[in-house]
């Protein structure tokens, strides 16, 4: 699958749509999910144009997959919810049909600020 320059994650990286943004850098924007499924649910999505982690293993720089690892532990530590700042949380990212993604520009999801329960539902 190519990237799609018009989904939404393009649109909140380019300005033209807001987002409640978390946190930025050279690497990563992180914002707090439109529709929160625990307490605490924020996206952290890579600046390059990779529609998945697959996509994204194949293709990013060593530079942008190690920005992608520690921005995620960046937004994690900022929103308390890290080893060393809280309880710990989960990180999910969802691949292509079967993975139920709905968004194709690579995201990871941090869920946290309670128990998350089973694995798979
Ligand atoms: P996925 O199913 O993994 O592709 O997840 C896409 C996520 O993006 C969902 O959890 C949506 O609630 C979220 N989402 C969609 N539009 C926006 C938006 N404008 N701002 C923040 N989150 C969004």
Redesign the pocket.
């Known amino acids: 699958m190519s990237y799609d320059n018009n989904n939404?994650?393009a649109?909140?990286l380019r300005g033209e749509?807001?987002?409640?943004k978390i946190y930025e850098d050279n690497y990563v924007l992180s914002?707090?999910?439109?529709?929160?499924?625990k307490k605490i649910?924020a996206?952290v999505i890579p600046k390059g144009k990779y529609v998945d982690l697959d996509d994204f293993s194949q293709k990013a720089s060593p530079e942008e997959m190690v920005g992608l690892l520690k921005g995620i532990n960046l937004v994690a530590k900022k929103l308390s919810i890290s080893v060393d700042t809280g309880k710990g949380y989960r990180a999910?990212?969802?691949i292509s049909e079967h993975?139920?993604?709905?968004?194709?520009h690579l995201?990871f999801?941090l869920f946290g600020g309670e128990k998350i329960g089973k694995m798979v539902e």
Do not use: M, R
């Open positions: 939404i994650f649109k909140i749509i807001p987002c409640k914002f707090h999910d439109i529709n929160p499924q649910h996206l999910l990212t969802n993975g139920g993604q709905e968004v194709p995201h999801h």
